[in-house]
T-cell receptor, first 117, second 111 residues
Framework: GAVVSQHPSWVICKSGTSVKIECRSL??????MFWYRQFPKQSLMLMAT?????????EQGVEKDKFLINHASLTLSTLTVTSAHPEDSSFYIC?????????????FGPGTRLLVL | ELKVEQNPLFLSMQEGKNYTIYCNYS?????LYWYRQDPGKSLESLFV?????AVKQEGRLMASLDTKARLSTLHITAAVHDLSATYFC???????????FGKGTRLSVIA
């Protein structure tokens, strides 16, 4: 089946630094990718929809200047957490929809755990 | 706005017992997913239900979809400890829209 990868799988950084997370669709092209955030013992919360070649669409309450999304190619979207603070510590998961099949199944990456000290 | 409700949110069950997790959603959709999440891990796809009346089974888990009632169920048969995890249902509006998730059901199977 289709595979979505994320890098890094975990990152620890100091408060005030920026962190970039990559999401790649490994064997299919994804014009749209989604970024989610998950806090402990909670469900996934959609942050933004990443559109190839255009600006991302952010959900209400998500700061677009803090969470920069770039979807430069059909297989890569990046999420940059700028000036990270401890409250940004979370599990970040991306997903992409494989439109080659009837099901257009949405596949999830393995997640990136961010800890801001 | 599409809303997805799961219940129960927490479930503690004995090994060998049966139970059902329910997933209700608020608007018309004929695509529904069930995922499993283990602690510290991402989502693992369990079932994709694509039409009214769809039923899929894998091992001790069986999922069904009733699009008229806007209801999906995940039935657990003769639970074993390895099934302990959090289970999410998610409804798909198709196109370039994201999945809408329920809050998840945290299942704990005890001896």
């Amino acid at each position: 089946g289709a595979v979505v990868s994320q890098h890094p799988s975990w990152v620890i950084c100091k408060s005030g630094t920026s962190v970039k997370i990559e999401c790649r669709s490994l064997d299919f092209q994804a014009t749209t990718m989604f970024w989610y955030r998950q806090f402990p013992k909670q469900s996934l919360m959609l942050m933004a929809t990443s559109n190839e070649g255009s600006k991302a669409t952010y959900e209400q309450g998500v700061e677009k200047d803090k969470f920069l999304i770039n979807h430069a190619s059909l297989t890569l979207s990046t999420l940059t957490v700028t000036s990270a603070h401890p409250e940004d510590s979370s599990f970040y998961i991306c997903s992409a929809r494989d439109k080659r099949t009837f099901q257009e199944t949405q596949y999830f990456g393995p997640g990136t755990r961010l800890l801001v000290l | 706005e599409l809303k997805v409700e799961q219940n129960p949110l927490f479930l503690s069950m004995q090994e060998g017992k049966n139970y059902t997790i329910y997933c209700n959603y608020s608007t018309t959709s004929d695509r529904l997913y069930w995922y499993r999440q283990d602690p510290g891990k991402s989502l693992e796809s369990l079932f994709v239900l694509l039409s009214n009346g769809a039923v899929k089974q894998e091992g001790r888990l069986m999922a069904s979809l009733d699009t008229k009632a806007r209801l999906s169920t995940l039935h657990i048969t003769a639970a074993v400890h390895d099934l302990s995890a959090t289970y999410f249902c998610a409804v798909d509006n198709g196109g370039n829209t994201p999945l809408v998730f329920g809050k998840g059901t945290r299942l704990s199977v005890i001896a």
